[in-house]
């Protein structure tokens, strides 16, 4: 087999194209929450914002 | 997380180019999985330290592998344009998902929202199992014994690693520092549609451009994006209306969106084929140390000097980066010849 397509879009570059966007999709969403839910969790606040980096 | 993320790029670049595209991200997408699930029922603030650096591995190795298996499944010739609609979807998940977080959170609770951000990365290691071409790397150990050693940069892409370094630390500092630049000014703007517009004007400028990204040379997109990011700055400095703000977040798209897409594909362009993980990692690294830097630099410039100073200082940036280009032009000039 080939190592390389002929065409730009075939189903295994929009299949990893798609897996790309729910990965980074999940990344970015949890990052507005994690410092809120760190500190909801912390009854101490004990390192606010570490938890985010 | 960014601190992870530095250690780690040279390993996963490394790995990239040992080991199949598939394996290692359905390894980083099940680390990934394991840390975004173990948010949904962390007990306490240790804990979700504790998966947050689980998800930050997942991460390192995600994003360098996942860009790499991209460049790997396309004709060499269009890399620039896969690279291009790659970019496209990091910035349209950077727009919609903050947004559909923040919003669905105060809905459903930060325990459901962080379940939903698990469903998604695991639709993800469901989906490259139909993934037909595993992309298995061109090394071979018994070819390379005693002289294909762990590296921790790809050379020849330093130049535009550090281009894309420079670029990023006004565009991270605005990411972090923009609300609060607009509530400290009494700015009369809608800052919330700031990142919106950014991705609406990328995505019309991506299907603009067609497969320029691998006809156009370096240079030619690099006064385009240089002036564009002057234009973006000052409007930045002097906004205090909707449109003003709207200038600077369309010449944003163009100075640093489409800029990062060019980047990529170059840094890809310049590697051989046997080291495009590497190059990858060696982008990533220069992406982390803007991104870190950023609002580091944002703060400082916050504490020690009037914020009306907060943009004008960023213009410093721009001659370093063009020193680098003009020091390198040549070489980056000539990768669009590499296909």
Redesign the interface.
């Known amino acids: 087999m080939a190592d390389h397509q002929e065409k730009l879009f075939t189903k295994d570059t929009i299949l990893v194209m798609a897996a790309t966007f729910l990965f980074q999709f999940s990344t970015m969403a949890v990052n507005p929450l994690i410092n809120g839910m760190h500190v909801t969790l912390a009854q101490a606040v004990l390192l606010p914002g570490s938890s985010l980096g | ?4 993320s530095m250690i780690l790029r040279p390993v996963a670049g490394n790995l990239t180019d040992r080991i199949s595209k598939y394996r290692l ?1 359905f390894f980083g ?1 099940s680390i ?1 999985f394991i840390g ?1 699930l173990g ?1 949904v029922f ?4 240790q804990l ?2 504790l998966f ?1 650096f689980i ?2 591995i997942g ?1 390192v190795f ?1 994003t360098v592998c ?2 790499t ?2 460049a ?5 010739d ?1 890399v620039g ?2 690279m291009g ?2 970019g496209l ?2 910035a ?3 727009a ?3 947004a ?3 919003n669905l ?1 105060q809905v459903i609770g ?1 325990r459901p ?2 379940g ?3 469903a ?2 695991l ?2 290691v469901i ?2 199992q ?4 595993p ?2 790397p061109k090394y071979r150990p018994q070819e390379n014994k005693g002289r294909h050693h762990f590296k921790i940069i790809q050379k020849d892409t330093l130049a535009v690693a550090s281009i894309m370094s420079l670029l990023s630390i006004p565009y991270f500092a605005t990411q972090a520092d923009i609300v609060m630049y607009v509530a400290q000014r009494h700015l009369n703007v809608a800052v919330g549609m700031y990142f919106f517009i950014y991705a609406v004007v990328l995505f019309a400028i991506r299907i603009a451009l067609k497969n320029f990204f691998d006809t156009v040379r370096f240079g030619v997109w690099f006064a385009i994006c240089a002036v564009a990011s002057v234009v973006y700055i000052v409007f930045l400095a002097i906004m205090n209306s909707d449109w003003q703000m709207a200038v600077a977040a369309g010449c944003m798209a163009l100075g640093y969106g489409i800029m990062f897409s060019i980047c990529q594909s170059t840094s890809l362009m310049l590697a051989p084929m046997a080291e495009q993980g590497l190059a990858n990692s060696t982008f990533y690294l220069g992406l982390d140390i803007g991104m870190s830097l950023g609002p580091i630099i944002g703060g400082l410039i916050d504490n020690y000097l009037p914020l009306t100073w907060f943009y004008p200082v960023m213009l410093v940036i721009l001659p370093i980066v063009l020193v680098i280009y003009l020091f390198n032009r040549q070489k980056l000039n000539g990768a669009v010849e590499h296909h």
């Open positions: 997380m960014n601190i992870i991200t997408g990934c975004t948010y962390a007990p306490n603030s979700l330290l947050r998800n930050g991460f995600c996942m860009a298996w991209i790997f499944l396309v004709p060499r269009h344009e896969a609609y790659y979807l990091n349209s998940s950077m919609l998902a903050p559909l977080a923040i959170y930060y929202m962080l939903v951000s698990a998604a990365v639709l993800m989906l490259i139909f993934v037909g071409n992309a298995q």
